[in-house]
């Protein structure tokens, strides 16, 4: 045997040196790492967050609540104090009234709601005198003008005014309520305000205790005026 025959023989280029040692480290199953189980089933405990209660949404076809009306609520004065207030006492009071024909069917009503008030509170028949006037626009001056008479304790104003297409109503309602008011406050008379402002005419029948509640203003406020300057003499 020759020396050559001795030598070992050259590696196979299909496996490359160092591709056993690498195949059998591969082989090699890599431990997993060690999990606490105590801890895993604690959190799988844990329940999950209940989502917030979502609020019902409104019915869009849900009739919206009736808005409240202004009305008069429980009122005392407390003790140890002077205290005019008035009553609602015709006597031998003298009462003006003027009213809108305007809307005369609404007016009509109203004007018959309060001389029923007008009798029920002792004011004689002679002792009213009523002015009919064309329409709401002009209460103001014709309140004014029987004021500046001096001859009525008060003065009580009836219309109705019922909104339409245009801003007629706007004016004329606004007008009536200021006007009335000037007129109060320039002649010192008390001018109550019965005057209906609608938004329809379906409105006007559940409004028509308005006339008999401006007779009970009007002569609240006539008695405590008298009240005033009787006090103011002493």
């Given at each position: 045997m020759?020396?050559?025959?001795?030598?070992?023989?050259?590696?196979?280029?299909?496996?490359?040196?160092?591709?056993?040692?690498?195949a059998a480290e591969?082989?090699?199953?890599?431990?997993?790492?060690?999990v606490?189980?105590?801890e895993?089933e604690?959190e799988?405990?844990?329940?999950?967050?209940?989502?917030?209660?979502?609020?019902?949404?409104?019915?869009?076809?849900?009739?919206?609540?009736?808005?409240?009306?202004?009305?008069?609520?429980?009122?005392?004065?407390?003790?140890?104090?002077?205290?005019?207030?008035?009553?609602?006492q015709?006597?031998?009071?003298?009462?003006?009234?003027?009213?809108?024909?305007?809307?005369?069917?609404?007016?009509?009503?109203?004007?018959?709601g309060?001389?029923?008030?007008?009798?029920?509170a002792?004011?004689?028949?002679d002792?009213?005198?009523?002015?009919?006037?064309?329409?709401?626009?002009?209460?103001?001056?014709?309140?004014?003008?029987?004021?500046?008479?001096?001859?009525?304790?008060?003065?009580?104003?009836?219309?109705?005014?019922?909104?339409?297409?245009?801003?007629?109503?706007d004016?004329?309602a606004?007008?009536?309520?200021?006007?009335?008011?000037?007129?109060?406050?320039?002649?010192?008379?008390?001018?109550?305000?019965?005057?209906l402002?609608?938004?329809?005419?379906?409105?006007?029948?559940?409004r028509?205790?308005?006339?008999?509640?401006?007779?009970?203003?009007?002569?609240?406020?006539?008695?405590?005026?008298?009240?005033?300057?009787?006090?103011?003499?002493?």
């Open positions: 020759s020396e050559r025959d001795s030598w070992p023989e050259a590696p196979s280029l299909d496996d490359p040196p160092g591709s056993e040692d690498e591969a082989e090699v199953e890599t431990p997993e790492p060690e606490d189980t105590e895993t604690t799988a405990e844990e329940p999950e967050p209940e989502a917030a209660p979502v609020a019902d949404e409104p019915e869009a076809e849900a009739e919206a609540e009736p808005a409240a009306e202004h009305a008069a609520g429980d009122f005392v004065v407390p003790e140890g104090y002077g205290v005019l207030e008035g009553t609602p015709g006597g031998r009071r003298s009462v003006g009234i003027v009213v809108s024909r305007f809307n005369g069917a609404v007016t009509g009503r109203l004007l018959e309060a001389l029923a008030e007008l009798e029920s002792g004011v004689a028949r002792a009213i005198t009523i002015m009919p006037v064309p329409g709401a626009f002009e209460l103001p001056i014709a309140a004014m003008a029987l004021a500046k008479t001096r001859r009525y304790a008060c003065i009580v104003a009836l219309g109705c005014v019922i909104r339409g297409d245009t801003p007629h109503f004016f004329v606004g007008e009536a309520a200021s006007g009335l008011q000037l007129a109060a406050l320039e002649t010192g008379v008390p001018v109550a305000f019965g005057v402002t609608l938004e329809g005419a379906d409105q006007a029948d559940d028509l205790e308005k006339g008999a509640e401006a007779v009970r203003t009007g002569l609240e406020m006539a008695d405590v005026f008298s009240q005033l300057r009787a006090a103011a003499q002493r």
